[in-house]
């Protein structure tokens, strides 16, 4: 960890010295400022008119010792850190000035960059807790009057731990006092002061960081550990602290151990705080979208009859005024059923819950099908729809194409619906391409109605659009570009607009991509499931516990020539499976008695034929999981709640050609 610049209060009467420590901080490389003095008294002064990290005082000066020197200093900053410099070793001398809030001492034959960068370490990691708890203890205002106390006196805890015969050598008034006792009950329990105050939990912990201390070689080694101790009320209390080694055996091993700890109880608490907070927000994440996608499932379970009797209805010769009511109908359920998709999506993201597919497909072909689809809708509109792809974009690229497609349908969709004349005009290009990575660039340019700079500046935030006359001229909830930038982002891309008003906008996904091979297969052609020929003696079997969709089913396959068998739950469908030949079984996954799943899994378990019988899912739950599990638990596909027709006919279709 780097050392930041180091503004140092020197003091000591001999210039000669104050050179070869201005010397060794210099061939140390430490970033710093050194205001030096000779006189205790001008140093006390300059105290109160400086700011200082740390100083380092000698111990033998003129009219005041350094350890007076050193109380006068903790009393007008009894945050500093101040390192004492010693003419000779003297353990009980280092005690002595430990005991009143010395950071650290040396001997000034000890001054050297090495020793000097190991001190500043120390001194650096010293302040950065300082600093972390300063900011936790300001965050927390119930706190104030911790932070009080904190301020009038040293956090720091001095003592000295004898390791060989782990007992407590020598401790500080003030570790007395941080734990609740009085001097003269600390001393009664003598020995047996370390098993009352540590938890035994951590006594696995304590042992290996004194063992490794123990056997340590460089007496300037700073150990740091974090660690809590038992109050006399017997609630704990967190430390951090810094040791080195003290005192050692005729073998050479560490027997005692020089310690300063500081009390790091309240920022543990206030990080707790920050943990809990941080896990009750995504709790709530979580909650938000399973209770989003049980409303999408209850919704979606209505809005199948609705659309489906619709369309079926729409398929009937009405007068005028009826299949304009039905298109009506139809228009507002599609648009409902939009709406469902992006509040579940946007609840996904929030709880992240959404994940991507890595897979190959063919860009180009996407393009071309986008402009095939909309082409028709900007058409309706008098609009001019082009599109361009760059030759030297990779027909075939590796990510996820059904994403890619929700972001670019949004946005094409919006072209046209806020544009009432003009053009607009879709670009494919390559930006960059290495290793086989590739950064595509998605460009739709349009001539509508525009956005002002004010507009601009939330058009990505969630529920907002241009303005509330936006809103009401063209409707939407203001979330599918919110979603389209949370997923470009996913994707680990961006999505940029410039705009101006009256003339148009131009949105730009950038996104990036591996190259795939160009051995990439086609998906097979689909079967044509027009063929009626397919449809002849086929029986199907239908599990549904909702009499509406019941009805739409059954209607939607009777146009097909479907013979069905309608039954309300899995327990039902077993029963007529056991006894009656079909060749497909539609199963709705939320049934009573028996559930889809559980359904499902009796089917394959059959000891007949009967268990490769080929079985499609039916659900309103659109999450990827339960897509997922549909597959893992043995169906041979899923058919998504409203159901569409054309998928449900090309699903059977399939089935019965891969059966044949």
Not at 95 to 101: E, N
Not at 127 to 148: G, H, P, S, V, Y
Not at 515 to 523: D, L
Not at 547 to 564: A, D, S
Request: net charge neutral; charged share 25%; proline share 3%.
């Amino acid at each position: 960890m780097p050392i930041n610049s180091i503004h140092i209060l020197l003091v000591d009467d001999d210039n000669v010295d104050i050179m070869a420590f201005k010397r060794a901080i210099k061939q140390s490389s430490i970033a710093s400022t050194i205001a030096d003095f000779n006189y205790a008294d001008e140093a006390l002064e300059s105290l109160t008119l400086a700011q200082y990290d740390c100083a380092f005082i000698d111990y033998q000066l003129p009219g005041i010792d350094g350890l007076e020197l050193l109380k006068r200093i903790k009393i007008k900053k009894p945050e500093l850190p101040v390192c004492v410099l010693t003419s000779q070793g003297d353990e009980k001398l280092a005690v002595q000035m430990m005991k009143h809030g010395a950071h650290d001492y040396l001997t000034k034959d000890e001054v050297t960059p090495e020793n000097l960068r190991k001190v500043f370490h120390s001194i650096n990691r010293h302040l950065n807790l300082k600093r972390e708890k300063l900011a936790a203890e300001k965050l927390a205002k119930e706190k104030d009057d911790f932070i009080k106390k904190i301020s009038l006196s040293s956090p720091n805890l001095i003592y000295v731990n004898d390791l060989e015969n782990g007992s407590n050598a020598f401790y500080s008034e003030q570790s007395a006092r941080v734990l609740g006792y009085t001097r003269e009950e600390l001393e009664n329990l003598g020995n047996a002061l370390f098993n009352e105050i540590v938890d035994p939990a951590d006594l696995p912990n304590f042992i290996a960081h004194h063992k490794k201390i123990r056997h340590s070689n460089n007496d300037q080694q700073v150990f740091e550990h974090e660690f809590k101790l038992r109050h006399k009320k017997g609630h704990f209390i967190w430390f951090y602290s810094y040791e080195t080694a003290f005192k050692r055996n005729n073998n050479g091993k560490v027997s005692q151990v020089l310690g300063n700890a500081i009390d790091i109880t309240e920022r543990r608490k206030f990080e707790q705080q920050l943990l809990d907070a941080k896990r009750y927000a995504e709790n709530a994440a979580v909650t938000k979208a399973d209770f989003l996608s049980n409303m999408s499932h209850e919704i979606r379970t209505p809005m199948n009859a609705i659309i489906g009797l619709t369309n079926l209805l729409l398929k009937e010769k009405n007068n005028p005024e009826t299949e304009e009511n039905l298109k009506a109908i139809k228009y507002s359920a599609d648009n409902l059923l939009v709406l469902v998709n992006d509040i579940l999506d946007f609840s996904k993201i929030e709880a992240g819950k959404l994940k991507l597919e890595s897979i190959e497909f063919n860009v180009h072909e996407m393009i071309q099908l986008l402009h095939t689809t909309y082409n028709s809708k900007a058409q309706e509109k008098g609009l001019h729809f082009s599109y361009l792809i760059e030759k030297q974009v990779p027909k075939i690229l590796i990510g996820d194409p059904f994403r890619l497609n929700q972001i670019l349908v949004n946005i094409i969709g919006n072209a046209i619906k806020f544009t009432n004349k003009g053009t607009i005009q879709f670009s494919l290009n390559l930006k960059s391409i290495e290793s086989k990575k590739a950064l595509i660039e998605f460009s739709i340019t349009d001539s509508g109605i525009g956005m002002t700079e004010n507009q601009l500046k939330n058009i990505f935030e969630s529920f907002e659009q241009a303005s509330v006359n936006t809103s009401r001229k063209y409707g939407g909830t203001g979330l599918g570009l919110s979603i389209s930038r949370q997923l470009a982002q996913l994707k680990g891309g961006e999505i940029k607009v410039e705009s101006q008003k009256g003339i148009g906008s131009t949105f730009t996904l950038l996104l990036p991509y591996k190259v795939g091979t160009e051995k990439f297969q086609k998906a097979p052609t689909k079967i044509d499931a027009n063929n009626t020929h397919l449809f002849e003696n086929c029986k199907v079997l239908i599990a549904e516990d909702e009499p509406f969709n019941q009805l739409v089913i059954g209607q939607i396959l009777k146009q097909w020539n479907v013979k069905t068998t309608i039954v309300e739950n899995g327990k039902l469908a077993l029963e007529k499976l056991e006894t009656y030949d079909f060749d497909i079984v539609l199963l709705d996954i939320q049934m009573p008695e028996l559930d889809g799943f559980e359904t499902v899994k009796a089917i394959r378990n059959l000891k007949t034929s009967k268990s490769a019988i080929p079985v499609v899912a039916l659900t309103a739950d659109v999450l990827q999981e339960t897509k997922n599990k549909i597959i893992e638990m043995g169906f041979n596909k899923h058919v998504s709640k409203p159901i569409n027709e054309n998928v449900l006919k090309q699903t059977i279709a399939e089935l019965l050609v891969a059966v044949n």
